[in-house]
Nanobody, 124 residues
Framework: QVRLVESGGGLVQAGGSLRLSCAAS????????MGWFRRAPGKEREFVVA????????YYADSVKDRFTISTDNAKNIVYLQMNSLKPEDTAVYYC?????????????????WGQGTQVTVSS
């Protein structure tokens, strides 16, 4: 069992930056691939970024490539999502997730555990 708690969301102007954190506790964190998804108002949940168990592979949605960066601090069991050059269309609730599968990481169904989400609002 893994418990995921996101933090770091907030209100930012377009062009600004935010760093989200996801603190993992419970089962051995390093066994999981980790991902971030988001859900904008009135829209389906969508994949944002994922990192493999080893950290050797990272996968980004086209919409955030070159603006967002995922990283991990394995000593602290924290996954970060650095978001730069934010746009109003990035406004959403962002969810951290953990996967035992390690494959098909752009699919929400591949993830076993989810956080409660953190709101990111980007004003124009």
């Amino acid at each position: 069992q893994v418990r995921l708690v996101e933090s770091g969301g907030g209100l930012v102007q377009a062009g600004g930056s935010l760093r989200l954190s996801c603190a993992a506790s419970g089962s051995t964190y390093s066994r999981y691939a980790m991902g971030w998804f988001r859900r904008a108002p009135g829209k389906e949940r969508e994949f944002v970024v994922a990192i493999s168990r080893t950290g050797g592979a990272k996968y980004y949605a086209d919409s955030v490539k070159d603006r967002f960066t995922i990283s991990t601090d394995n000593a602290k069991n924290i996954v970060y999502l650095q978001m730069n050059s934010l746009k109003p269309e990035d406004t959403a609730v962002y969810y951290c997730s953990a996967s035992t599968q390690g494959s098909r990481l752009s699919f929400a169904a591949s993830y076993n555990y989810w956080g409660q989400g953190t709101q990111v609002t980007v004003s124009s």
